[in-house]
Antibody, heavy 118, light 110 residues
Framework: QVQLQESGPGLVKPSETLSLTCAVS?????????WGWIRQPPGKGLEWIGS???????YYNPSLKSRVTISVDTSKNQFSLKLSSVTAADTAVYYC???????????WGQGTLVTVSS | EIVLTQSPGTLSLSPGERATLSCRAS???????LAWYQQKPGQAPRLLIY???SRATGIPDRFSGSGSGTDFTLTISRLEPEDFAVYYC???????????FGPGTKVDIK
């Protein structure tokens, strides 16, 4: 059974870099799929941030591309998100996810709230 | 960028009633790339429908999806108490490669 678990600081200061990690169990990242990060500001909708393949190939939301880096560590079966120069607008619940059959998100972490505040 | 619009914003219904949710795209979307999710407060979204009309694993058959091109619909044939939630549509675009979500429809108890 595929399980994903986000971890990282819950509070980040403005202008600093947000860093999160998604640990995967029950499935080897090296076996395939593009793994993704999705966020949801409090009380608002969902926004895809970017996706990564086990080879390291990535693609990002154009609106965030200049600030986002997603990387993968297959030896630890995890992938990570870095979002630089954060502002209060980056306050959100951040989810990591894996697709199912096709271009959708079938497996989700429980989400982690990151607040940007001084 | 393809923009998704969902209507209505809120749907107030009673258990047992039929719910019809709309998702409209600013450009044609391949049916293969259209999905629907359910989200309850404090929970991660749950995949309901993929490929516009295929139910995800474990999803009850009261949920159905239809549509093509720019107009897609999620139908809940008879609302159960656990169905009151927010529903999002999502599309994948191949050029540029990106995922976009609609703003959501909240189904609440009348």
């Amino acid at each position: 059974q595929v399980q994903l678990q986000e971890s990282g600081p819950g509070l980040v200061k403005p202008s600093e870099t947000l860093s999160l990690t998604c640990a995967v169990s029950g499935y080897s990242i090296s076996s395939g799929y593009y793994w993704g990060w999705i966020r949801q500001p409090p009380g608002k909708g969902l926004e895809w941030i970017g996706s990564i393949y086990h080879s390291g190939s990535t693609y990002y939301n154009p609106s965030l591309k200049s600030r986002v880096t997603i990387s993968v560590d297959t030896s630890k079966n995890q992938f990570s998100l870095k979002l630089s120069s954060v502002t209060a607008a980056d306050t959100a619940v951040y989810y990591c996810a894996r697709p199912g059959d096709g271009y959708n998100w079938d497996y989700w972490g429980q989400g982690t709230l990151v607040t940007v505040s001084s | 960028e393809i923009v998704l619009t969902q209507s209505p914003g809120t749907l107030s219904l009673s258990p047992g009633e039929r719910a019809t949710l709309s998702c409209r795209a600013s450009q044609s979307v391949s049916s293969s790339y259209l999905a629907w999710y359910q989200q309850k407060p404090g929970q991660a979204p749950r995949l309901l429908i993929y490929g516009a009309s295929s139910r995800a694993t474990g999803i009850p058959d009261r949920f159905s999806g239809s549509g093509s091109g720019t107009d897609f619909t999620l139908t809940i044939s008879r609302l159960e108490p656990e169905d009151f939630a927010v529903y999002y549509c999502q599309q994948y675009g191949s050029s540029p490669r990106e995922f976009t979500f609609g703003p959501g429809t909240k189904v609440d108890i009348k």
